[in-house]
């Protein structure tokens, strides 16, 4: 058995280009400080993106409720890491996003175990309210800062270490592209495909379902802190609705199912504002459009492969 295909190593030839690119932009005094601020959360959208379509696109189940995890990934690596600044940055940023991680994690499991008995807008709204307890906790706590937000948090994950954001980036990615590709992955999609017919065949439903929410959660918390120690200072309204409907927006003009088109939205859809910042007020609908036009090339393009997979079937029954 070949360890590296084809396909393989022309992944692992992109992410290296990619990095090298970015890397000599950066250093090469190419952007200015305004595209150098967009490198980081490019990153984190693009773990976010791949985190909700592992939900959304391959177990098939609507949740609202992505920036909740965030938040709770973000302020949770916030406060540790403000309360260890006596350990060496490193560790201390290592500790806080391991524990971002974990507890978003484990709010994904509280959560997932009950709410994933549930099907469609049932489910879409239950993880909204979701995300929406959580910021309204968030803005009553003292400890959290309440509604002026958490402040002089540790850069850790700017630009100027790139290289650590691209990194965790690319783990998040390999790791769920590895799961989609397992036994367990095939059983997550069987279950968006029948799950009635999953279960006859002896497919353990709710624990492949809590299983790929927990994970989605988890690099969800992990994406939240790195956004928080980019950004410095984080408040409530951040992650609120709006932030679960833009990382869902990501999922979508992508392709459900499709990690590559994932990515691919969420670096557009994250640079394209500020294309169009000098369009003034005629940058929301500018926005607008190209969020249709992608829509409508996304679906053409389904439907060319779908008429070109009902083609071949011809063709095989005619042999």
Not at 97 to 115: D, Q, Y
């Amino acid at each position: 058995m070949k360890i590296l295909n084809k396909k393989t190593i022309f992944n692992i030839a992109i992410m290296l280009l990619a990095y090298v690119l970015v890397f000599v932009l950066i250093n090469s005094g190419i952007l200015s400080r305004q595209y150098k601020s967009l490198i980081v959360p490019i990153c984190v959208n693009i773990m976010l993106a791949v985190s909700l379509n592992l939900v959304t696109g391959f177990l098939g189940e609507l949740s609202l409720g992505h920036a909740g995890f965030m938040s709770i990934g973000a302020y949770t690596s916030a406060l540790i890491s403000i309360n260890t600044s006596f350990l060496p940055p490193a560790l201390s940023f290592f500790i806080a996003v391991v524990c971002g991680c974990v507890l978003a994690a484990v709010f994904g499991f509280l959560i997932g175990v009950p709410v994933l008995r549930l099907r469609g807008d049932y489910l879409a709204i239950v993880t909204l309210a979701f995300g929406e307890i959580i910021k309204s906790v968030i803005n009553y706590l003292n400890f959290t800062g309440g509604s002026k937000g958490l402040s002089k948090i540790p850069l850790y994950s700017d630009y100027n270490n790139f290289t650590v954001v691209f990194i965790i980036m690319v783990i998040c990615i390999v790791l769920i592209s590895n799961l989609i590709n397992s036994r367990d992955g095939r059983a997550i999609k069987s279950i968006r495909d029948n799950d009635i017919a999953a279960e006859s065949i002896g497919i353990k439903i709710s624990k492949y379902k809590v299983s790929a929410f927990v994970i989605a959660a988890a690099f969800a918390g992990l994406a939240g802190s790195l956004y928080a120690h980019n950004v410095g200072i984080i408040k409530p309204n951040i992650f609120d609705y709006n932030k679960s409907i833009e990382i869902l927006v990501f999922v979508v003009l992508g392709g459900m199912g499709n990690i590559p088109g994932s990515i691919i939205s969420a670096i557009i859809l994250t640079v394209l504002p500020e294309f169009l910042r000098g369009a003034d007020n005629l940058r929301m609908l500018l926005y607008a459009i190209v969020l249709i036009l992608m829509m409508i090339f996304n679906n053409s393009k389904f439907k060319a492969n779908l008429s070109l997979n009902k083609t071949f079937r011809k063709l095989g029954k005619e042999d």
